[in-house]
């Protein structure tokens, strides 16, 4: 059994990772990685096997200190429930086209396999017929046995063997490791084939949900995802940095969980009773208006309701995508798919406009014009430092250090992390302006 090495805390979910042991070190591997970016909260446990039969009595071993648990395939996921011991929420990772690319790659560039004559088990047909159309290959020769239940792996194996025997398939391409081990004892070219790490951080970040979920079994689940727009490379790890700091900040005040969900947006886990004492009865998101102020972002918000973390989950998405297609910030879906609110509202207070405001506002407007910006701009044009400034306004870059200082202070700009430079000398510093909030 191995573990992750992030200190546990009482928020972290407990997941464990089963399967054999170089995949097991993989995730992981992966997960600790993911935790040390701050895109994770969670403790991962490595349950090894070496024969899939193995995996129940690995499992029990630690069953009782999981909170969820994740399967490398289907077939040990299988083993384990036929077994009767899945006592906590479990998934597993889906073997799908994305993972046969890369062995199609490996065929032919390692093994020098034509790939048109090829025996695949695991993978449904349709996604292997859509794979090989993208490529423009024949599909007509390539052998087929689909996954089924664990009796599966029996049959792999007879199929990989007489697919060879008749000269149909110059190579195996399997996704269970006993059946290579077999197939390379009878001397049939075989290739392990191993989920993506796209693949495997879905995944990870679905057992963690799940864990989450079971934490909270007594009480209804509300989950939230937060949505960031559309940003140049440069400031979207910027702002996502931030964004992640004010949601960790609000997640602490609601007793909440946050966990990355990809590049730009983020799960919010918490309970519904949690969530409607930090958003006024569901009608004031709690950190909607906050990035809106501090980063100017206007991000979406959906929420989910369900009994389960997989159906707040789903909840949440039809959220989202209603916020999206609504023109929105932000909705709440409820247990039974309802929309409950349809949007949320959030807080405004009134900015009093004094003269040095004002004058501000005035010199964001002439920026912002120069610019060519709007607020559906992509963010890396709004991003400027005191020459840029200086050659707009045509004044001494001393004197647009000044502006650039007044337009923090009045929140109009966002002082962003000193751009670093192999020469010597000061880093340049640099703001992102935020002329949507003109509007």
Known sequence: MTESQEPPNSHQPVVGVAGPPDLVTRITELGAGLAGEDQADWRLVGITYHDEREVARELAKVESGLDSCLFTGPLPYDLARAAGELAVPATYIPLSSSALYGALARAGLEQRADVRHLSIDSIPRSEIDEAYAYLHMPVTDVQVIEYRDPDSPAEFFEFHRDAHRSQVAELALTS????????????????????????????????????????????QIAIGIVELPPTGQYSRDQLRLAVHHILLDEAWRMDATVLARDERSYYLVTTFGSLTAATEDLSAPPFIERIR??????????IGLGVTARAAEANARTALAKADSAGERSYVVGADGTVLTSPMRPNTRQRSENPAHRKARTTLDRLAKALGSDPGSPADRLVVDAGVVAELLDITPRAARR????????????QLPPLRSPGPGRPKQLYRLLPEKLG
């Open 176 to 219: 269970v490791r006993s059946v290579a081990q077999r197939l390379a004892d009878a001397d049939v070219p075989v290739l392990l084939m191993r989920p993506t790490t796209a693949t495997i951080r879905s995944a990870l970040r679905t057992a963690a949900l799940l864990g989450i979920g079971s934490r909270l079994e007594d009480s």
């Open 403 to 414: 502006v650039l200082h007044t337009l923090t202070e009045t929140g109009l700009a966002w």
């Open 293 to 302: 102020q501090e980063v100017g972002l206007d991000v979406k918000f959906g």
